[in-house]
């Protein structure tokens, strides 16, 4: 765990803070010590920054030298955590063990990775044969830029490789990036032989075919719910096929799909039989056809395992496309394409730094000598491109080829030193390639074949260097011959395009400036971002416990919910989501709502939690709503869409959806209770849907301590029925709820919430209250609705009106009802008055002043007031008066 990570605190032995952030010092409550630099970490996050811990700094702390005295230590320890649970209170109550589940079963090791992934939004586990550095190959630099892509998204990220030394440069550099780096021997997706326990990581990626059949046995057996996606780096069988088919003198042809160069390739070796008897192919070249169709096939099946695959090139996705079409992959594979990756800034800071085209001398091939295709670029450069260019006139004095790679050459190299009297100059490995590409005026890219794209021309781009290349080193890399890049195939032609461009300043400067913006508008870390989000919004759609994690730690992170009023139900805004271990062993129960007509679904509140068309499967529907805590229940029509809803849904709201001739009225609609009482409470149906309530205690016994005037109201039967009229009284910011007794509505309750009475066992014996407060009660009211009435004009609303106001015009009119939240509708005369009125039933009667009233009213309003019901009001303090009278009662009968 030596890495670069976000913590809750750093301690003041060791820290290193911007001056700006610390102006104002240490908080004084902890004067003259202690507490005074973890509160201050708190407050760094609240305030959106990170604390973050860097295990390569070294510090000589002396312990115990300002106080030495361990009675003080101890008191001034114990008073000042006191002031710092005071001041934290709402955020710590959310920090550990609410957050992390199955605490106490779970290994040492399990125990530490819950609490340094706590900060992040989901953990991946991304698995590789090789760690990976920045200085080794293009396809190293690609996995060390992707790994940085997912860790800026929020993800916490464990890399396991087979060769992993912790003391190592390429381990150290992802430890510096904030990647947790472990061996293969040390990593442990399982507990033992009990697979049923759900695995660490959100997501798997797997880097390259050979890795992946290496983990695949591993990752079958233990985290098989999890979504694996397979990052190619190339197709592997695309290029096995490209060097075999060179081997035997044939051209991979670009214009034919993949299927025709595989019987081309076949028909050469074994000629055109239906079978193989009697053909002239020997016995290496039939080993060699089966080993690679034996490759072929085990990374189709690897792709095939994964829910995701990732290319490098719209050639491959053309490719996995042909595969899809001849059913050799699963045609619902999704494949997304994320290429070579190249820092923005960094793009922008070596185009400034490059040299002109003056200072610069010779030209440069690089390639890993382990990697097949530059041997054969190299054969192909110094034997036929070489002598061509040695044998022209116009070569100058200067040109020489400099060849950088790391890996052991082929012996053939090590008598080569100069070709024709051009030198040849062999660097080895260069650990900063950027020295040689700011000194080398052409770079070459002579492959005859390969697959994915070429790190090699993107490097040389990025430096200023114009590259000369083949059409198979450029392919899916978005260059235009002779815009971009110079492209030649054959030695002659290839010759002559390195010296046009070595000697021509005008064509350098063109190529040279397209192909810098071609990389950056194609190659970037912004670009490679934009491709991820894409997986990820794919995985978000498709899994739903993925949904759940990623959902439910964004609101983390961003301090949405609950817990801390200023950041969140996730204390200080950066909390692990809260059921990170799902129990897939529990099924949550969900009842069957049968009042609902076939025609009709739940009404939503702002949107729903999905839709999905024509889900052929009840049991599909019911999995998904399962599996995302925040689903409250579904409707579901297999002919029509099915509606997920994630509010406080309701058997009293419904919608009618289904008509005949326009929608199949097929429609079955459940529920879960549990989630409903746990889910936001928003109220449309009375002109403010911006007012909605949080729960604010879970005690099924206790209340809030209610005042002589709290008013009280007899069982009203659903929450929505007391939120209804919370939000119509005025006054009313607070209500505690029980269905099968009183409902107390609070204009003024104790803060902080921690004043309750026990309330149900010695008056009522009825446990199940819920306590809500509005979440901002100073709130914008929504603009209300107002429906004319069609009536004489003499005729007024017979109920008594609840003030009333003297010659307003019918905006001013509308204007007082507005802001009155009791009043239901008015009744307005230009000359006469304006009455306020506080209806449930709306009957008119006739007035005997002069005709001229025009009467409006508030039908969603109106509507609410009637779901409410007629129950009878009392007080708190009539209440108690009546049960101490009934008790007095009940004593005179014991007496007597």
């Not at 780096?181 to 442990?188: A, L, N, P, R, T």
């Not at 085990?298 to 490098?312: D, F, G, Q, W, Y």
């Not at 983390?556 to 139900?569: I, L, Q």
Request: proline share 4%.
């Amino acid at each position: 765990f030596r890495y670069v990570r976000p913590i809750d605190y750093g301690s003041a032995a060791c820290i290193l803070i911007r001056r700006e952030l610390i102006i104002g010092g240490f908080d004084e409550k902890y004067r003259p010590a202690y507490y005074e630099d973890t509160d201050l970490s708190m407050t760094l996050r609240r305030s959106g920054n990170r604390v973050l811990y860097q295990p390569f700094a070294v510090a000589m702390h002396k312990g115990s030298t300002t106080y030495n005295n361990q009675s003080l230590k101890d008191d001034l320890m114990v008073k000042n955590r006191r002031v710092f649970t005071r001041k934290w209170s709402n955020s710590l109550q959310c920090h550990y063990s609410r957050l992390i589940t199955n605490w106490n079963n779970q290994p040492l090791r399990r125990r530490i990775l819950q609490l340094v992934s706590r900060l992040s939004v989901f953990r991946i586990i991304f698995l590789d044969w090789n760690v990976p550095c920045f200085d080794r190959d293009s396809g190293s630099l690609r996995t060390i830029n992707l790994i940085r892509v997912l860790l800026s998204l929020g993800a916490h990220v464990t890399f396991v490789a087979t060769d992993v030394v912790y003391d190592n440069s390429c381990v150290y550099q992802l430890n510096w990036l904030g990647v947790h780096v472990i061996k293969q021997k040390h990593f442990d997706l399982g507990w033992g032989d009990d697979i049923e326990v759900p695995c660490d990581y959100d997501i798997i990626f797997v880097s390259r075919r050979n890795s992946f059949a290496m983990w695949k046995p591993l990752l079958e057996h233990t985290c098989f719910k999890t979504p694996i996606v397979f990052d190619t780096v190339d197709l592997h069988f695309l290029r096995e096929l490209r060097e075999l088919m060179a081997t035997e003198g044939i051209n991979y042809e670009h214009s034919l799909n993949l299927s025709n160069n595989i019987v081309r390739f076949k028909n050469h070796i074994f000629g055109s039989h239906d079978t193989f008897q009697g053909t002239t192919a020997t016995k290496e070249q039939t080993f060699q056809y089966w080993k690679w169709l034996r490759r072929f096939s085990e990374e189709i099946s690897l792709m095939n395992r994964s829910i995701a695959t990732i290319v490098v090139s719209p050639i491959e996705i053309e490719i996995i496309r042909e595969l899809k079409a001849m059913r050799r992959l699963r045609s619902e594979l999704a494949v997304f394409h994320i290429s070579n990756i190249h820092d923005d800034e960094i793009l922008d800071d070596l185009n400034t730094r490059a040299t002109n085209f003056q200072q610069r001398k010779g030209c440069l091939f690089v390639g890993n000598w382990e990697h097949t295709p530059n041997v054969d670029a190299v054969q192909f450069l110094i034997h036929e491109i070489l002598p061509q260019i040695a044998n022209n006139s116009e070569t100058p004095s200067d040109f020489a080829l400099h060849i950088v790679g790391a890996g052991e050459p082929p012996r053939w190299m090590n008598d080569i030193h100069d070709i024709g009297g051009i030198p040849v100059v062999m660097h080895g490995f260069v650990k900063d390639l950027g020295t040689i590409l700011q000194q080398v005026r052409v770079a070459v890219a002579p492959l005859r074949y390969g697959a994915g794209v070429k790190g090699k021309v993107n490097s040389a781009m990025i430096h200023g260097v114009p590259v000369v290349a083949t059409p198979m080193a450029i392919e899916g890399m978005f260059l235009t011959p002779n815009v971009d890049v110079i492209v030649a195939e054959t030695g002659p032609l290839f010759a002559t395009s390195i010296l046009d461009l070595y000697l021509n300043y005008d064509l350098w400067m063109k190529i040279r400036t397209a192909a810098f913006l071609n990389v950056k508008k194609h190659f970037s870390v912004s670009t490679a971002k934009r491709g991820m989000h894409k997986l990820l919004d794919f995985l978000y759609v498709n899994d739903p416990h993925l949904r759940h994690v990623i959902a439910d730690g964004t609101r983390a992170v961003k301090g949405a919910g609950n817990c801390d009023r200023e950041t969140g139900r996730y204390g200080i805004g950066a909390i692990v989501p809260s059921n990170r271990i799902v129990n897939d062993s529990f099924i949550t129960q969900f009842e069957h709502a049968v009042t609902i007509p076939k025609n009709s679904v739940f009404e939503a509140d702002s949107t729903y939690l999905e839709s999905i068309w024509a889900l052929s499967s009840m049991d599909d529907a019911r999995s998904r709503c399962h599996a995302d805590r925040a689903c409250t229940g579904w409707c579901w029509n297999p002919m029509d869409w099915t509606f997920f809803y994630f509010n406080a849904i309701s058997h009293k709201r419904i919608q009618e959806r289904g008509k005949l001739g326009k929608f199949p009225p097929g429609w079955t609609c459940w529920f879960q209770h549990d989630r409903i009482r746990n889910a936001p409470r928003f109220v449309r149906d009375d002109g403010y849907s911006n007012v909605h309530f949080d729960i604010t205690s879970h005690f099924s016994y206790r209340i809030y301590k209610p005042k002589s005037s709290t008013i009280l109201e007899r069982k009203l039967v659903t929450s929505d029925d007391a939120q209804r009229r919370c939000i119509i009284n005025y006054d009313c910011i607070a209500y505690c709820h029980n269905p099968r007794d009183w409902t107390f509505f609070y204009d003024d309750i104790p803060s902080p919430f921690d004043i309750m009475i026990e309330w149900g066992d010695s008056l009522n014996n009825s446990p199940g209250w819920t306590c809500y407060k509005r979440h901002k009660f100073a709130v914008k009211l929504a603009k209300p609705e107002f429906v004319k009435v069609q009536r004489p004009s003499n005729y007024v609303y017979g109920e008594a009106y609840i003030t009333e106001s003297l010659k307003l015009n019918n905006q001013q009119a509308q204007t007082l009802c507005a802001k009155n939240r009791r009043c239901t509708g008015y009744c307005n005369h230009p000359r006469e008055y304006t009455w306020i009125y506080e209806m449930k039933q709306g009957a008119i009667k006739q007035h005997r002043s002069p005709p001229g009233w025009d009467c409006y009213i508030r039908p969603k309003l109106l509507e609410s007031i009637r779901k409410g019901g007629s129950n009878k009001q009392t007080t708190y303090e009539a209440l108690t008066r009546k049960e101490k009278g009934e008790n007095d009662k009940e004593k005179v009968r014991t007496i007597i």
